[in-house]
């Protein structure tokens, strides 16, 4: 079974402050006389399900399109961390992830908000730097979590995407694990192939194992 664990582009749609808004704007209609129906799209590269490259916060980093899809895609877990406040060290070593994970996917109480969300809402579930340090240790590649930052809102130092991005991590955002249970998956993650990019959106699927 192939789960959608995108959210969709659409207007309104809660983006993160300073991001450009989602906008879908008509080029072409047919109702209106043309030969095809045709829109324009403005939107952030960090707008709605999106990775972040390793370059959005460590000028080392490599850039979307030097992110092979073989690192996105795989063997993945879902860990469950509904009810927790924010993301810390001990929440995920409490969590039962399988030692041998190298892509880990985060469900909090994040995934809830997808179905009404319009606004941005600041008070989200993130990691805390010992969280990121924790991946680190465990040679975690890959990490999604399920809004549109891994870092709590308005922090003075971004300590979270320097510790992670610095390591080479790739970090996927915006994800919607709403109803996704906890356990093994194979993660298929298709960001658009942007040459120099930070970030990019991305189709996120998880495919039922056995």
């Not at 879902?78 to 039962?96: F, M, W």
């Not at 093994?184 to 120099?196: D, N």
Request: negative net charge.
């Amino acid at each position: 079974m192939i789960i959608d664990i995108s959210v969709a582009l659409r207007q309104p749609m809660p983006t993160y402050p300073g991001d450009p808004p989602f906008e879908l704007t008509p080029v072409a209609r047919i109702a209106d006389g043309a030969l095809a129906n045709g829109s324009a799209l403005r939107l952030g590269t960090h707008t709605g399900t999106h990775i972040d490259a390793p370059w959005h916060f460590h000028e080392g980093g490599k850039r979307v399109h030097e992110i092979p899809l073989a690192r996105l895609i795989g063997y993945a877990w879902v860990a469950d961390l509904r009810g927790y406040p924010q993301i810390t060290a001990e929440v995920l070593a409490s969590a039962n992830i399988p030692p041998t994970t190298t892509r880990l996917l985060l469900r909090t109480d994040n995934s809830a908000r997808w179905a009404t969300a319009t606004d941005f809402d600041a008070n989200y579930v993130a990691l805390t730097p010992d969280a990121a340090e924790w991946i680190v240790r465990h040679a975690i590649d890959v990490v999604g979590v399920d809004y549109l930052s891994i870092e709590r809102y308005g922090v003075p130092e971004p300590k979270v995407h320097q510790i992670l991005c610095g390591a080479g991590k790739v970090i996927i955002e915006g994800l919607n694990l709403d109803g996704v249970e906890a356990g093994a998956y194979e993660l298929i993650c298709m960001p658009l192939l942007i040459e120099g990019a930070d970030g990019a959106p991305a189709r996120v699927a998880l495919r039922t194992l056995g």
